[in-house]
């Protein structure tokens, strides 16, 4: 199997949603997503995971949810869905 790009999407999709990616980094990830199925089922399924918990940290108090503890979740929801 040839390199297609998925490792390289997949571990930067998180970043990605946040918008953490400059234009350079963020192109060719996004341009693989767009062609590859695996990839864009990964980013939908990460995108609806950070709007739930991102929704949920808004109605406590963002603040008090550290990224890292969003990334937890988001990562553990990813796992559960599996
Ligand atoms: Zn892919």
Redesign the pocket.
Known sequence: MSD???DK?KANVYELLRGELCAEESAPIRE?IAN?D??RDERNACASLTEVVKRACDEENIANCPPEELRDAILKGLRERV
Do not use: E, L, V
């Open positions: 297609c790009g998925c999407a693989h590859c695996g990839c």
